[in-house]
């Protein structure tokens, strides 16, 4: 073959940065302050569910919408922590991870020429699965005042030059990776009122939202946009067991709403992966009816490991923008000389043996992300402590 077979519509997309810089941390034996996926696993009570799942016969093909078991505890799950009354036949749909839960729906929604606006810095794959589906993209960029402490948020009037009626879909992230910054009850009201004045769908990635603060600016916590009056009948609620149990290895995810929207889910779902995790569902549910507390007393840990991290980033020239939930805090590398984060990002495990992510590739906006860097903190204090000792031993300017 002379020229690559790889299609046009993934050929300008490059390779997920975080295989990247996790392939650099194992090549180099730094240490990994950059995918989030933490160095401890989840109630032992679960891991239990899945072995006797395993032991039990459950390694045949779950049901494409997941099985009832995980699909009824979901929708308790919806009911117990926001009121939500979901119908675990008709208005839940089990997915493999969230990513999966992303692509279906945009799949399932958007078709070529469809604008689609999104909160930026994003993840990854949401740029990937819009560009597939032909979306045109609208980003809202995140702000802070220079030299802010606190994380980014998004401005009002740019979220409604943003949304027209050429849009399609609002792809919401609350807690939003990379920034950790949880949109408050007045900032979902100006989304919820844009979705209802121009007739949009609105996609919500919340897989952070038992990952909250006692500090965030929203006092309610994580707040669904789906609670919002008018909003149920227009949102699809993504989220996952990965983040809140500890479990990221396992993909288990969902999507709850209306019946009319989960079909959309699983029309394009049941072509991607059908079904997956078969022992690993009935495990979940169990996490979910049987663990509910769990996600509150690890969100509580993280903030001590957040403050661990955060106070040895400030103590190494790198004062961090401290975020409200997730996993993640940011600083701005741009009084250290490089060109810019990727380049620090790469320089990191020669410098000061620690690898960090660069997030100037989760922005259109290419100067606002251009200068910044996020760093995990879903990992033990130990590691957290050594790596900004680390840093803060390491000559960093260019």
Not at 223 to 231: F, N, S
Not at 335 to 352: K, T
Request: hydrophobic share 45%; glycine share 8%; charged share 20%.
């Amino acid at each position: 073959m002379s020229a690559s077979p790889l299609s046009r519509r993934l050929a300008h997309l490059p390779p997920t940065v975080f295989s990247e810089m996790s392939a650099l941390a194992v090549r180099t034996g730094a240490l990994n302050l950059g995918q989030g996926f933490p160095d401890v696993d989840g109630p032992a009570s679960v891991v239990a569910a899945a072995e006797a799942a395993l032991e039990g016969g459950a390694n045949q093909y779950a049901p494409g919408i997941g099985v009832p078991a995980l699909r009824a505890a979901i929708a308790r799950h919806q009911h117990r922590h926001y009121g939500l009354e979901v119908d675990p036949d008709r208005e839940v749909v089990v997915t493999t991870g969230c990513t999966e839960a992303v692509a279906a729906a945009l799949l399932g929604l958007v078709d070529p020429g469809d604008e689609v606006v999104v909160l930026e810095p994003y993840y990854d794959s949401y740029v990937a699965m819009l560009d597939v589906c032909g979306a045109v993209r609208r980003p809202v960029t995140l702000r802070a005042p220079a030299g802010s402490t606190s994380p980014p948020r998004p401005d009002p009037d740019e979220l409604r030059a943003a949304v027209t009626d050429r849009t399609k879909v609002i792809l919401l992230n609350t807690p939003h990776n990379p920034t950790g910054t949880v949109l408050t009850r007045e900032e979902l009201q100006v989304v919820a009122d844009l979705a209802i004045e121009h007739d949009v769908i609105v996609v919500t990635d919340e897989v952070y939202e038992h990952l909250v603060f006692d500090d965030a600016r929203s006092s309610e916590g994580h707040v669904p946009i789906a609670t919002l009056p008018g909003m149920w009948e227009r949102t699809l609620t993504l989220s996952s067991a990965g983040k809140s149990y500890s479990f990221t290895g396992w993909k288990v995810g969902w999507a709850t709403g209306p019946a009319s929207l989960v079909q959309t889910v699983l029309a394009a779902k049941q072509w991607l992966t059908f079904t997956s995790g078969s022992p690993l569902q009935p495990a979940v549910a169990h996490a979910l009816d049987h663990e509910p507390d769990w996600p509150r007393a690890l969100a509580r840990d993280l903030q001590a490991r957040r403050d661990l991290l955060c106070d040895g980033l400030a103590a190494a020239g790198l004062a961090p923008r401290v975020p409200e939930g997730t996993y993640f805090a940011t600083t701005d590398v741009s009084h250290l000389g490089w060109a810019d984060g990727r380049e620090l990002c790469l320089a990191l495990p020669e410098r000061a043996g620690v690898v960090a992510i660069p997030t100037q590739g989760f922005y259109d906006d290419v100067e606002a992300g251009r200068q910044l860097v996020r760093w995990a903190f879903c990992k033990q204090p130990d590691v957290i402590a050594e790596g900004v000792r680390r840093l803060a031993a390491a000559d960093l300017v260019r």
